[in-house]
């Protein structure tokens, strides 16, 4: 594996044609030792739950990832691809809940090639989102979402030369996924470890036994990793050990 790279947050390089985001969007350049590709990691928060979205590239082979698509915060995001050349070729989603894939068609309308991958579990509620809008009593019209594809446990994908491996991890949602890079140490967590807490399993598919299953096997994964959470600040698996007591109480 060699030395671990660093990752640098830096910003905020919004693009100069960005009237959309209602905050800076926050830019995290990953810049690996020994490799000549370069990985960029961008990220945009917003929508009515505060919803994390991550755009993935390999600068090198001009490829990106859309890592879920909240209301109302996609668009910068969008907009940067665009300006720097990647072809998106995908919106991965972490699960099926209103604010990780509101704003699907936004995506697909700018990049009608990029591949929405949706675990088959979550599928059923992205495709009647007028069940979620209405439990949680949203004023918001969300189109219903047909994903491209599902995903299965240990599925290996690729962004550009990036390898990623989707970890099936239910508990939160049926169809929860969390997207690893092995070789960077960097985990798209989704809404299984968020913002020094864990997610609900109290909604009506949650399951808090397979929760603890998946949160233990994502705190197996090496500390240094980079956890990209559906909400709240980026952290690593380290400082989650360290500090999250909810994560401790599932460990014990
Ligand atoms: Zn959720
Ligand atoms: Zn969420």
Redesign the pocket.
Known sequence: MGARPGIQITGPPLPANTSVSRQPLRLAVFTPDGYTSGMIVLTNTGGVAMTNSFLIADETARQAVLFDAPDHTVAPLLETATARGWELTGLWLT?G?FD?FADHAVVRQKFPGARILLHALDQPKARQPEAQTRLFGLPLVIPPLVADAGLTDNQELKIGSLAVVALHTPG??PGHVAYYFPQEQLLVGG?LIIGGSI?RTDLPDSDPRQMQASVRRVMSLPGATRLLG?HGQPTTLRQEQEHNLLVQELLA
Request: no cysteine.
């Open positions: 699960h809940h990780h939160h949602s809404d997610g559906g």
